[in-house]
């Protein structure tokens, strides 16, 4: 049985996987192609988490990098088929039980090298909440994240180096002293809200 801290991380996983999905299945089909970020649309959004996915079982049993990479399929279409949102809950699924036996106090090896499995998984979850603000930004969707979610953002935000990380966070923005909390947090992440 997961400790008390382990089984409050392992919630908030499934709690942004969940608010993720909600955002999913928001998408009318006509906004598939529409900007998310720069170089981005919805869809390549959308598969970025869903690959990531893929990725999160065969490393949190310890499978070498090179073979978990070799089985997470390449690009959108791959991703996401004619399914986006059947492709998404698929793997979230099998991330989400992966997470859920894993051992938090482990190790996990990233390309970055050896990194604490409880510290992957907040990465995952800070990933979660910030791009299903994005994906709710692109589509017009609902752009307000939970704030149990927020402060699981906001626990990655303070551990990012002050001018980003070039190719994952943009660096932080400058908002003024009245800004509110979700927007200092997603303004860690290059976000204005």
Known sequence: MPSADDAALIELFQCAQNA?????DAVEAGRWDDVALPGWTVADL?????????W?????????LDDVA??????????????????WEAVADEALAAVATADLAGTVHLSRGPTPVREYVEE??????VHAWDLARATGGDE?????L??????LAD???DDGLPGFFDPPLELSDGASEQARVLARYGRRS
Do not use: K, M, Q
């Open 144 to 148: 307000r994240i939970d704030p149990a």
């Open 159 to 161: 551990r990012l180096p």
């Open 124 to 129: 995952l979850t800070a990933d979660l909440v």
């Open 46 to 54: 959308v598969a970025h988490l869903v690959g990531e996915a893929h």
């Open 70 to 87: 070799a089985r997470v399929p390449s690009g959108t279409a791959a991703l996401l088929g004619s399914d986006p949102l059947g492709a």
């Open 56 to 64: 999160v079982p065969g490393l949190l049993v310890g499978e070498p």
């Open 150 to 155: 927020l402060g699981a953002a906001a626990v």
């Open 20 to 24: 993720f999905t909600d955002r999913v």
